[in-house]
């Protein structure tokens, strides 16, 4: 079977060299960090059974010795009671941009937590949620004409969901409202950057207007919610975004018995984005996990191998609160639904493992041209995806049984050669002697040079 590289180099396919020249020059490449680092999603409410933010910084030691560097923390403002979903409503309901949910605690406790943050080296993100708000946001009262209207005058609901209603973002002075409300967070808070809901749900025009006015203040980090595929345009404000077709593409080889051959094709699909902006990969996230399953019910006896990848392809990995125990429930969106801890976090030792080789690692820098993705051959390639990363002369090798059975087999390719040590057991291993791996099912191998 003919070799499939991946080359991380600007101008292949889906971005012309003209455009990336502009993405360049809007987001002038992610800053330093940012290409080394990972996302720990912060459900506050079911984090611990106070659900506030004195709480969670109880948990923060525990984070930082598992390699996380940025955490991100599902939207802080107070959620609206007008329309609201269960008891407690849903955070991304919006009743005032520029308060915090008491059920969390108050605006100094979240200003006394990001500063623990600080001191404890993580970078800290917030929920932005600009498409939208809740029905009874100060702005209906206010500012009624903020917001999009149906031809009875009745405001616009967004779409499938009727706990809100969504702002026009024809309105200028509108505009500069939600400019100004970001830059509060910025300048009181002093986070570190913004995890835009629904990102390509807003016009792209706000966001290029958005960033370098808020960057007034200082370099920010922005994830969107979009995926580069559908959206390219958004590319080119965003240093990340989600790889949503690859997450649901994914799910249905699992489930579905797709060809793996699918999924290279995507990979390859996403590679020819180019360099100037970076993805982020996750096997779960709070809208996945209420909604659609666990990382379990979605990948089985896969979800191992496809977080190994999450955490070692071109990008970001983004994890989510319990991930590290592993949690093996759905949490409840609307009501108090603690993550049950135990003492044991099973999980913690394979993804510190994983986030410190990211971190570590110049060969597994996100968004970095420099680095060259070669997926490789193998003699089971309808079930194995194995790839080696490259970045001057440090590289890592990631094999993965993407298959619900063991396998033998062989990787056949010029790409691999040398000695390698594998970051789990530490064993090293010499490829020039031979290429061979005998995999349970579940089973993957990351190895660095």
């Given at each position: 079977?003919?070799?499939?590289i991946?080359?991380?180099v ?5 971005v ?5 020249k502009?993405?360049?020059?809007m987001?002038?490449l ?5 290409h080394?680092?990972?996302i720990?999603e912060?459900n506050?409410?079911q984090?611990?059974q106070?659900?506030?933010?004195k ?6 030691p525990?984070l930082?010795?598992m390699?996380v560097?940025?955490l991100?923390?599902m ?5 609206a009671?007008?329309?609201k979903?269960g ?13 915090i949910?008491p059920?969390?605690?108050t605006?100094?406790?979240f200003?006394?937590?990001v500063?623990e ?12 949620v600009?498409?939208?708000t809740?029905w009874?946001?100060l702005w209906t009262k206010t500012h ?7 031809p ?8 499938g969901?009727?706990d809100?209603?969504?702002l ?9 409202a939600?400019i100004?409300a970001m ?7 002093n986070?570190?950057g913004?995890r835009?809901d629904?990102?390509s749900?807003v ?6 207007q958005a960033r370098?006015?808020v960057?007034?203040i ?11 595929l559908?959206s ?15 997450m649901?593409?994914?799910?249905d080889y ?6 793996l051959q699918e999924?290279k094709?995507l990979?390859?699909?996403y ?11 996750f096997?779960?996230n709070h809208?996945e996990n209420?909604?659609?399953?666990t990382e379990?019910?979605k990948?089985?006896?896969i979800?191992?191998?496809?977080a190994?990848f ?5 990008g ?5 609160s319990g991930?590290e125990?592993?949690n ?5 969106f ?6 049950k801890?135990t003492?044991t976090y ?5 993804y ?11 060969a597994?820098?996100g ?17 194995i995806?194995?790839?080696v990363r490259?970045?001057g002369k440090?590289?890592v ?8 059975e063991?396998?033998?087999f062989s990787?056949e ?7 390698f040590?594998?970051v789990?057991d ?6 020039s002697n031979g290429?061979?791996?005998s995999?349970?099912?579940s089973?993957?191998?990351v190895?660095e040079?």
């Amino acid at each position: 079977m003919k070799k499939l590289i991946l080359l991380a180099v600007i101008g292949l396919g889906i971005v012309s060299c003209t455009t990336q020249k502009k993405i360049r020059k809007m987001t002038e490449l992610p800053k330093d960090w940012k290409h080394n680092t990972n996302i720990y999603e912060v459900n506050i409410r079911q984090y611990t059974q106070e659900g506030t933010f004195k709480a969670f910084a109880k948990e923060m030691p525990r984070l930082k010795s598992m390699g996380v560097k940025t955490l991100w923390f599902m939207p802080v403002t107070p959620i609206a009671r007008q329309n609201k979903k269960g008891s407690l409503g849903s955070p991304y309901a919006a009743a005032d941009y520029t308060s915090i949910n008491p059920e969390f605690g108050t605006l100094q406790d979240f200003k006394d937590m990001v500063n623990e943050a600080h001191r404890l080296g993580f970078k800290v993100i917030i929920d932005w949620v600009a498409n939208h708000t809740g029905w009874d946001h100060l702005w209906t009262k206010t500012h009624p004409e903020f917001y999009l209207k149906d031809p009875d005058g009745k405001f616009h609901i967004a779409s499938g969901m009727d706990d809100i209603i969504e702002l026009d973002y024809k309105n200028q002075e509108m505009r500069q409202a939600m400019i100004d409300a970001m830059k509060f967070w910025v300048q009181e808070t002093n986070i570190d950057g913004f995890r835009c809901d629904l990102a390509s749900w807003v016009e792209v025009d706000f966001w290029e207007q958005a960033r370098p006015e808020v960057e007034k203040i200082k370099p920010l980090f922005w994830l969107g919610e979009f995926d580069e595929l559908e959206s390219p345009e958004y590319g080119k404000v965003f240093d990340a975004s989600y790889s949503w077709k690859w997450m649901h593409k994914s799910a249905d080889y699992y489930k579905n018995n797709e060809p793996l051959q699918e999924l290279k094709d995507l990979l390859r699909q996403y590679s020819n984005i180019g360099d100037a902006s970076m993805r982020a990969w996750f096997t779960t996230n709070h809208d996945e996990n209420s909604w659609n399953g666990t990382e379990y019910e979605k990948y089985g006896v896969i979800t191992k191998p496809m977080a190994v990848f999450s955490a070692t392809w071109n990008g970001i990995p983004l994890l989510y609160s319990g991930q590290e125990l592993p949690n093996m429930k759905r949490l409840e969106f609307f009501e108090k639904d603690a993550i049950k801890w135990t003492n044991t976090y099973q999980a913690a030792d394979f993804y510190k493992t994983l986030l410190d080789l990211k971190t570590s690692n110049p060969a597994l820098r996100g968004g970095d041209s420099n680095v060259t993705t070669y997926l490789l051959n193998t003699t089971a390639n309808d079930k194995i995806l194995a790839y080696v990363r490259k970045n001057g002369k440090d590289e890592v090798l990631v094999v993965l049984n993407m298959s619900k059975e063991p396998l033998n087999f062989s990787i056949e390719d010029e790409h691999l050669s040398g000695t390698f040590r594998n970051v789990f057991d530490k064993t090293k291993r010499d490829f020039s002697n031979g290429k061979d791996f005998s995999f349970k099912v579940s089973d993957f191998a990351v190895f660095e040079k």
